[in-house]
């Protein structure tokens, strides 16, 4: 679900970085500051991609062999 919700970030900062460029084009945005638009949008996108790269809420936890003589007979779960 992050990976998701960092995906739709990126996007929008994205959008919001190429909306800056173009802002006198459209009459509903043009009061907004470009500056602040294209920091939001380089914000956005940043949070996004970290959001994506995350590794989530649980890691992947490390498997141990268990010996039984020289024999491996089983792998568990390290804490």
């Known amino acids: 679900m992050a990976k998701l919700i960092g995906y739709i ?3 929008i900062g994205i959008l919001a970085i190429l909306l ?3 802002l006198s084009k459209f009459s509903f945005l043009a009061s907004l ?3 602040y638009v294209l920091i939001a949008g380089i914000a956005l996108a940043i949070l996004g991609i970290a959001f ?3 590794k989530g809420k649980r ?7 268990i010996y039984h003589g020289k024999k491996i007979v089983g792998y568990r779960k390290a804490k």
């Open 9 to 11: 970030l990126a996007l």
């Open 20 to 22: 800056s460029f173009n």
């Open 33 to 35: 500051n470009k500056t």
């Open 52 to 54: 994506s790269m995350g």
């Open 59 to 65: 890691q992947a936890e490390e498997e141990v062999p």
